[in-house]
């Protein structure tokens, strides 16, 4: 080699380089649920061109990306997302299960009637109250819905209180393997929150891992799985990450995930009537029982990670995620009206 001349240099590489990394998402002190998995990317050199100066951003074949074994922890689940949900929604449905005491609530002073336990008492509870009053005036209204509703309320704070004693153990579901396309690793600007996703197939069971997982108050009627496994079966309850895994794969990444929906029943009855029922007291005199009465329900609660995302996202700015699911009419409204009077039959006499 000469002063002055040049040198080219180059060089081939056959090799493969692969790359294992445990990922976990948390965000410090945020009421998250628990999502892991392993990274792994497998890089293959065949005979590949090394270009000096260059940023090689298509040096060796393209790497293939996968998530192996991505969980989702159950205990957390239930902890950081089924709990605040339902502790959320107690405060909410706090004026309407007034409202629902006040349609359940025994009128004493009609009690006063005679026969009120065959004409009055429709349900045989022993009370009269307004729903009874309500069947009178329309004997084909269907109170199915009121009583769902009144039945979800007390199930949904009953729940709170379950889950708030649980203690599961370390029990987690697998949704399995993914591959990751559509974004090349060798570029800086390769961004895997936004590649294409697709499952292999290797997933467990959600029942499998229900039955798998064990911990103090898990087990038994109203224990954890029982709960979980009726929030999954009602139709009121949505949970999305519990059935998309690419909720779970967004939250590795940073992302938003929808965590939970519960839909209350849609409740829309009225009745009116100046003349529910006619009771006779005394001979000619006939107590005479009207009224109007209403009530509408259309309420839904959902839950995502908005507010668990943010930077220093706490227990408080967790609830930034709970939303409302809005629907045509108003969430709530009640009204009612009972009059009570006196009708005299003229009884005429003939000597």
Known sequence: MRVG?????????????DLSLALDA????????????????EWDFIDATITPYDQNLTFGELPAVVLNDVT?????????????????VEPIIEPIQIALDILTTDIEFLKELPNWETLL???????????????????????????????????????????????????GLNFGDFNLTGQDVRGVSADLAIASVTDQGTGEALQDALNNASGTGWGGPNGGQDILQRMIDSAAFTMPILQDPTQAISLLFGGDADLIEVDFP?????????????IPVLPGINVIIGGEIGFAFDLGFGYNTRGLTQAGATLGTALNGLYVLDGDGPEASVFAGISVGAALDAVVVAL
């Open 26 to 41: 948390n965000f410090g002190n945020a009421a998250l649920p628990s999502v892991s998995t392993e990274l792994v990317v």
């Open 266 to 278: 849609e409740v829309l009855l009225t009745a009116e009537d100046q003349s529910i029922i006619s």
């Open 121 to 171: 008492d429709l349900s045989g509870d022993g009370k009269i109250n307004l729903l009874d009053l309500i069947k009178l005036a329309d004997p084909s209204i269907d109170l199915t819905p009121i009583e769902a509703f009144i039945d979800l309320a007390q199930t949904v704070v009953d729940w709170g209180n379950i889950i708030n004693g649980l203690g599961l153990d370390e029990e």
């Open 5 to 17: 001349e040049t040198v080219s240099l180059s060089a081939n590489l056959t090799a493969q380089a």
């Open 72 to 88: 989702l922890d159950l205990g957390t689940f239930l902890e950081n997302a089924v709990l605040p949900v339902v502790n959320a």
